[in-house]
């Protein structure tokens, strides 16, 4: 069986870089960011699919929402930041870090014009 494999070229990334920069008016590495998988599987799924469902992907409110459960930020770290804990940390680092908030308004944002719903946890992008 043969699957297809597909990789971001130095100019895939440019043009990830490119799309954050237009989308939150800072330069990737100014700022000090790293993007994050979740950044990249979203834009190579909207360079593939017509429709995308994201699984497991909370919104960029989600943390300042009083009736969220604490959970580990990686399963086999017990005792460490929990999940919120590590996006707000990434979010206010001065580099080397993941956007991890800002990442999900704009996911949020271009689920308003695009085919994209958020299911399990599932989330609204009004």
Not at 50 to 76: A, N, Q, T
Not at 77 to 103: N, V, W
């Amino acid at each position: 069986m043969k699957a297809p494999v597909y990789t971001f070229t130095e100019r895939m990334m440019a043009y990830c870089d490119q799309i954050f920069q237009d989308e939150t008016g800072k330069n990737r590495r100014q700022s000090g960011s790293f993007l994050s998988t979740g950044w990249f599987t979203m834009i190579l799924a909207l360079e593939l699919c017509e429709e995308i469902v994201v699984y497991g992907m909370v919104s960029d409110s989600y943390c300042r929402e009083k009736s969220h459960p604490s959970v580990p930020y990686h399963y086999f770290e017990k005792g460490r930041l929990d999940e919120c804990q590590m996006y707000l940390a990434h979010e206010q680092a001065p580099r080397s870090a993941h956007r991890f908030i800002t990442e999900k308004a704009v996911f949020s944002r271009w689920a308003k014009k695009r085919p994209i719903v958020f299911a399990h946890p599932s989330w609204r992008t009004e």
